[in-house]
């Protein structure tokens, strides 16, 4: 089976979809990506490219809401906050501190900073 997500034209993900391997002319990525996007787009109109359920190609598997950047050749997810940057080479956005190695933390974007949750013990 092959995934394909459909992009509207500002290139976000409105739809994802479930393809026989028959339909996309029997072939691998990239080579099937011509063929299973014209059936999806002779069985549902607009722009289709193929995405990786197992992420081997495009950095991820395309969800709604994300981004497909031509020029990175990636599904990239919603930015989380305001201050993240996207790193062009994982595709992946990035906080501007870097999160500590241990323990649980959660970005606190009020004060640009990681703060640690714990549990307390009941």
Known sequence: MAHFAQIN???VVTQVIVVSN??????????SEESGA???TNLLGGT???TSYNNNFRK???GIGYTFSEELDAFISPKPYPS???NEETADWE???ARPETGTWAWNEANQNWDE????EV
């Open 117 to 120: 949750i714990t549990v307390e």
């Open 9 to 11: 034209s500002e290139n």
């Open 60 to 62: 991820r598997y395309a």
């Open 84 to 86: 993240w940057v996207l």
């Open 48 to 50: 289709w490219k193929q």
């Open 22 to 31: 028959n339909d996309c002319g029997g072939g691998d990525f990239p080579a």
């Open 38 to 40: 014209a059936f999806c």
């Open 95 to 97: 906080a501007p501190v």
